[in-house]
């Protein structure tokens, strides 16, 4: 990997990668172009204070960006940020590696780098520590969320001259709830894509939008009879918006879509994932739906066997439900299939997804053993 100087000349590229990735940790998630434009005229990316660079992989691709500020300081800081498609592929932490061996070899002879974060930001705290940096402080209730209108904890870490130099990372001599988080129910990091004999499953990405709405588009009076969200028929954009906001979920861990594809052809075949998650329980729903024309194949039970799988060996899941209507003579026999035993059914426990009548839910579920 490498960092190389954004240029003014970039100016389209860099509105580009900002406003059509996803930044659910940072105060707007959703940058307009505007925005972004004026920061760029105020010297917001390129100045004495100022430097940008794109971070490329092994191919050229622009996987990331990283501005580096305070630079007419001793302590310089910096905002990293990886784009959608390319998190959970380890640029995170060789891009934070790149990024302190430029500080540190300024002529000014910098004495530290230091990054701030939420609290419950996972991905990036853990991109800070396999770079070799040290949690140094947490400031509680200092990190506003405009789109929750929440405060969190905002997290510091720092890399010391001496320690770069060393080789070394010197602890501070405390803990806090995050270790104890992991230590409790396990590491909230995994592998975004597995397989089946006949499927990829995967985390959503934005390319991901023509092909899923295609999908919708062609079975929509079969999803119609069951799913609310398609009483309607989408537009694109309709479903560009609806997956960005599944991709941010999915950083966040806040909910789980998976999207199957053929691996023979590659097509897109339909979505699933984990729902209603709790992560102090261990508890998930299964949810899918798939594209007609694949329907009768097997598909959809082979991909929630695996989804199965993948909730309990890899989120140590204690409890995994499956819930339908009680008419859905189609998703029952996915959870029957499986070996998931029915619970019980809630009578009158919802509306259809017309919203005319009542219906019942039936639930169905596995434990761990």
């Given at each position: 990997?490498?960092?190389?100087?954004?240029?003014?000349?970039?100016?389209?590229?860099?509105?580009?990668?900002?406003?059509?990735?996803?930044?659910?940790?940072h105060?707007?998630?959703?940058?307009?172009?505007?925005?972004?434009?004026?920061?760029?005229?105020?010297?917001?990316?390129?100045s004495?204070?100022?430097?940008t660079?794109?971070?490329?992989?092994?191919?050229?691709?622009?996987?990331?960006?990283?501005k580096i500020?305070?630079?007419?300081?001793?302590?310089?800081?910096?905002?990293?940020?990886?784009?959608?498609e390319?998190?959970?592929?380890?640029?995170?932490?060789?891009?934070?590696?790149l990024?302190?061996?430029?500080?540190?070899?300024?002529?000014?002879a910098?004495?530290?780098?230091?990054?701030?974060?939420?609290?419950?930001?996972?991905?990036?705290?853990?991109?800070?520590?396999?770079?070799?940096?040290?949690?140094?402080?947490?400031?509680?209730?200092?990190?506003?969320s405009?789109?929750?209108?929440?405060?969190?904890?905002?997290?510091?870490?720092?890399?010391?001259?001496?320690?770069?130099?060393g080789?070394?990372?010197?602890?501070?001599?405390?803990?806090?709830?995050?270790?104890?988080?992991?230590?409790?129910?396990?590491?909230?990091?995994?592998?975004?894509?597995?397989?089946?004999?006949?499927?990829?499953?995967?985390?959503?990405?934005?390319?991901?939008?023509?092909?899923?709405?295609?999908?919708?588009?062609?079975?929509?009076?079969?999803?119609?009879?069951?799913?609310?969200?398609?009483?309607k028929?989408?537009?694109?954009?309709?479903?560009?918006?609806?997956?960005?906001?599944?991709?941010a979920?999915?950083?966040?861990?806040?909910d789980?879509?998976?999207?199957?594809?053929?691996?023979?052809?590659?097509?897109?075949?339909?979505?699933?994932?984990?729902h209603?998650?709790?992560?102090?329980?261990?508890?998930?729903?299964?949810?899918?739906?798939?594209?007609?024309?694949?329907?009768?194949?097997?598909?959809?039970?082979?991909?929630?066997?695996?989804?199965?799988?993948?909730?309990?060996?890899?989120?140590q899941?204690?409890?995994?439900?499956?819930?339908?209507?009680?008419?859905?003579?189609?998703?029952?026999?996915v959870?029957?299939?499986?070996?998931?035993?029915l619970?019980?059914?809630?009578r009158?426990?919802?509306?259809?997804?017309?919203?005319?009548?009542?219906?019942?839910?039936?639930?169905?579920?596995?434990?761990?053993?």
């Amino acid at each position: 990997m490498k960092l190389i100087e954004w240029t003014m000349e970039e100016q389209e590229q860099l509105i580009h990668f900002m406003t059509t990735n996803t930044w659910p940790y940072h105060g707007n998630s959703h940058p307009a172009r505007e925005i972004i434009e004026k920061t760029i005229g105020e010297g917001g990316y390129e100045s004495d204070e100022v430097k940008t660079f794109w971070v490329e992989n092994e191919t050229s691709e622009k996987v990331g960006i990283v501005k580096i500020y305070d630079l007419q300081d001793e302590i310089p800081l910096f905002d990293l940020r990886i784009a959608d498609e390319a998190r959970g592929r380890g640029y995170g932490p060789k891009a934070l590696k790149l990024v302190t061996e430029y500080v540190f070899q300024l002529p000014e002879a910098k004495i530290r780098l230091e990054g701030h974060t939420r609290q419950d930001n996972f991905a990036m705290r853990k991109t800070f520590e396999r770079a070799g940096f040290v949690k140094e402080a947490q400031l509680r209730q200092a990190w506003f969320s405009p789109k929750e209108h929440s405060y969190y904890d905002a997290v510091t870490y720092g890399m010391t001259r001496d320690d770069f130099l060393g080789g070394t990372a010197t602890p501070v001599d405390w803990d806090d709830d995050f270790h104890r988080v992991l230590k409790k129910d396990g590491d909230l990091s995994f592998e975004e894509e597995f397989y089946t004999d006949r499927l990829i499953i995967r985390a959503p990405k934005l390319e991901d939008a023509e092909a899923a709405w295609e999908a919708i588009i062609q079975s929509h009076y079969a999803l119609k009879e069951w799913m609310p969200w398609a009483q309607k028929k989408q537009t694109l954009e309709e479903t560009t918006t609806s997956l960005r906001q599944a991709m941010a979920d999915f950083v966040t861990r806040k909910d789980l879509r998976l999207h199957l594809f053929l691996k023979e052809t590659g097509e897109f075949v339909g979505s699933s994932g984990l729902h209603r998650i709790n992560w102090d329980v261990r508890k998930f729903e299964i949810g899918y739906w798939i594209d007609s024309k694949f329907e009768g194949k097997g598909l959809m039970t082979e991909a929630c066997a695996r989804i199965t799988e993948f909730a309990f060996e890899e989120l140590q899941a204690n409890r995994v439900e499956i819930r339908c209507d009680s008419e859905n003579v189609r998703s029952r026999s996915v959870a029957e299939r499986l070996g998931y035993t029915l619970e019980g059914t809630l009578r009158y426990d919802s509306l259809t997804a017309d919203g005319k009548r009542l219906s019942d839910t039936c639930i169905y579920a596995k434990v761990t053993q």
